[in-house]
């Protein structure tokens, strides 16, 4: 009798989100959000219109990032270049597209309680 594969497909979802990275994380280099922990490492950020936002996973984490907050994603928001949910694994690196609408947006970890960042997106400089 065949064993069906969700039965191994769902250890290894639960242990990817349970248990830290055996990798070491790489630093988020300057001008990037990084994530310390179950934490984005800054809880603002400013930008201005027509710049792109990276997001560097620089934690033993994995994280699951998107428009939305408190771990609530909400898909899409308008005005917000991210569509859905995008995982970050260690060492993965996320940019989104351009940010075309001044205001103040938000995102967050559908993953960690209160992993949440503020996005001010202020005119062109």
Known sequence: MAIPRILFVIP?????????ALTAPSSAPAGTVG????????DVVTIHVGQQLTFVNDSRFIHIIGPG???????????????????????????????????????????????NLVVVVVGKP
Do not use: I, K
């Open 12 to 20: 290894g979802l639960l242990g990817g989100l349970l248990l830290p």
């Open 35 to 42: 994530m310390v922990s179950d934490d984005f490492a800054q």
């Open 69 to 115: 907050w408190n771990t609530h994603l909400w898909g899409h928001e308008r005005g917000v270049p991210m569509v859905g949910a995008r995982l970050m694994q260690t060492n993965s690196v996320y940019t989104t597209g351009r940010w075309e609408r001044p205001g103040r947006y938000r995102v967050t970890c559908s993953v960690h309680p209160h992993m």
